[in-house]
Nanobody, 128 residues
């Protein structure tokens, strides 16, 4: 059983920054590709970024590229999302997700059904 717990959300002004964390308990964290998704009110949950095993590759949605940075610390069993230059449209609940993957799996998977493990979410509100 894998449990993911997000933290770090909050209220921030447009142009500001936040750093989200997602701590994993159970399972073998280093064997998972980890990702962040977000869901705005009334909208579908959407892919934000992912990071492969050992952090070799990071990929981003076009809307977050250049502003957000995903990273991981396998020793701490934690994945991070540094969010800079925040916009009002970044407002939503941010979810951490994980999936098993072989070491050579370099495919970017952006749909929710491809991830087996989910956190409960953390609210990010960007005021304009």
């Amino acid at each position: 059983q894998v449990k993911l717990v997000e933290s770090g959300g909050g209220l921030v002004q447009a142009g500001g920054s936040l750093r989200l964390s997602c701590a994993a308990a159970g399972g073998t964290f280093s064997r998972y590709v980890m990702a962040w998704f977000r869901q705005a009110p009334g909208k579908e949950r959407e892919f934000v970024a992912d990071i492969t095993r050992n952090g070799a590759s990071t990929r981003y949605a076009e809307t977050t590229k250049g502003r957000f940075a995903i990273s991981r610390d396998d020793a701490k069993r934690t994945v991070y999302l540094q969010m800079n230059s925040l916009l009002s449209e970044d407002t939503g609940v941010y979810y951490c997700a994980g999936r098993h993957a072989i070491l050579t799996d370099q495919l970017m998977r952006t749909t929710t059904s491809e991830y087996a493990y989910w956190g409960q979410g953390t609210q990010v509100t960007v005021s304009s």
